[in-house]
Nanobody
Framework: QVQLVESGGGLVQPGGSLRLSCAAS????????MGWYRQAPGSQRELVAT???????KYADSVNGRFTISTDNAKNTVYLQMNSLKPEDTGVYYC???????????????WGQGTQVTVSS
């Protein structure tokens, strides 16, 4: 079994910053890609940022230059530093990771439970 536990969400004023964390735990053999997605009320879940274990990153156009994704591979943890936050960044942020538990099977996608980010004055 694997768990992805997110933390760091909350209420922040426009222009402020937040740092999200997501730690993967369990009988993990390896993790390939990790990333963050978000879902606003009434909208579909959308990609925010992803990173490979080798450090290649991808960002949504709407957050490029404001958000930074990073990992601590030794801790199986992914972070999302969010700066210059805007009201349209409001939503539930979900952590995603591709994990495998042995050297034979392929990586499978797992999701965290989500953490609320609200940007409002």
């Amino acid at each position: 079994q694997v768990q992805l536990v997110e933390s760091g969400g909350g209420l922040v004023q426009p222009g402020g910053s937040l740092r999200l964390s997501c730690a993967a735990s369990g009988s993990i053999f390896s993790i390939s890609d990790m990333g963050w997605y978000r879902q606003a009320p009434g909208s579909q879940r959308e990609l925010v940022a992803t990173t490979t274990r080798g450090g290649s990153t991808k960002y949504a156009d709407s957050v490029n230059g404001r958000f930074t994704i990073s990992t601590d591979n030794a801790k199986n943890t992914v972070y999302l530093q969010m700066n210059s936050l805007k009201p349209e960044d409001t939503g539930v942020y979900y952590c995603n990771a591709y994990i495998r538990f042995d050297p034979v099977n392929t990586h499978r996608s797992y999701w965290g439970q989500g953490t609320q980010v609200t940007v409002s004055s």
